[in-house]
């Protein structure tokens, strides 16, 4: 037990100085905090240029709430909870193999770092979206994720800023079913992931926006707007009743499984789900939201 709570401590600790080290400096290209304040603005200014809805407000509905959900998540809720929750269930499952004589090594296919940087990259790349996609259909075909999963779907105007909003409780989901497979794939450069984790942001930023691209031939390879306003709507047919188009950065596995609906345009439908006029609209009583209701 005693060593859990050295993971523990040691995890927020270092949390710490990583967050006070990427506010001061920026001398480093794959500098979250500021990478993350530069895609937003980016993505924000060509929200204003080339406005898809026209009569949407360039401060539209809850954007300061999900302003505020952007820097909770992608930073706050790594100092609150999920890095020690990480390390600490990293090290359980580590314990747990020992107990048969196993390793993490046992099950690795191959070391990233070996392969060609490109090569590398993709493999990371694709693992990584591939799971995320499962693990985001998930959160709609399971009731209790569902009822997490809904704080995301309360968004009534999509802007940039709706790509993080989203309950502490989904990132844990999605992390604990990537470990393993990323752990089979081991050798990851810091630097490299980054790299990918960047363009994971700002694809999502840009799924999110008030912008009517597709990407022309590449909207069935990468997610785009006109694509993901379909999985915000609030009316689909019986046959997508748990939702649709659940790609998170890669449109091409709602293609290859069927997923995918875009009728039409998709410009003016409503957001949401049925009975979210009655979901909560602020930032405490979301977060609650799960834990009082579990139906639906």
Request: glycine share 6%; no cysteine.
């Amino acid at each position: 037990m005693e060593k859990y709570i050295d993971i523990i401590q040691n995890s927020y600790s270092g949390y710490w100085r990583y967050l006070k080290h990427e506010l001061i400096s920026v001398n480093h290209w794959d500098n979250y905090f500021y990478g993350l304040i530069i895609i937003s603005l980016v993505v924000w200014g060509l929200e204003i240029a080339f406005p898809w809805r026209k009569n949407q407000s360039i401060f539209r509905k809850d954007f300061w709430l999900d302003t505020f959900y952007m820097f909770f998540n992608f930073f706050l809720l790594n100092l609150i909870v999920l890095i020690a929750l990480s390390n600490t269930l990293a090290e359980l499952f580590n314990d747990l193999l020992s107990v048969f004589g196993l390793t993490l090594n046992n099950f690795q296919l191959l070391q990233i770092n070996e392969l060609p940087k490109a090569v590398g990259l993709f493999i990371f790349f694709i693992v990584s979206d591939f799971v995320q996609w499962n693990t985001h259909r998930l959160l709609h075909h399971v009731p209790m994720l569902w009822n997490f999963h809904k704080v995301h779907h309360s968004v009534k105007e999509m802007g940039f800023a709706a790509h993080l909003r989203y309950h502490w409780m989904e990132p844990v989901v999605y992390k604990s079913l990537l470990y393993i497979p990323i752990a089979i794939i081991g050798g990851f450069d810091a630097q490299d992931v980054a790299f990918v984790h960047f363009f994971s942001i700002a694809i999502g930023h840009l799924n999110h926006a008030n912008l009517g691209w597709n990407y022309g031939p590449l909207k069935y390879i990468l997610n785009n707007p006109k694509m993901h306003i379909w999985h915000h709507a609030k009316d689909l047919p019986p046959t997508s009743k748990y939702g649709a188009n659940y790609g998170i950065t890669l449109s091409i596995w709602d293609y290859l499984f069927k997923t995918d609906y875009i009728p039409h345009s998709g410009r003016d439908i409503e957001l949401g789900f049925h009975g979210d006029e009655h979901f909560p609209k602020d930032f405490i009583n979301q977060e609650l939201y799960p834990l009082k209701k579990q139906d639906d």
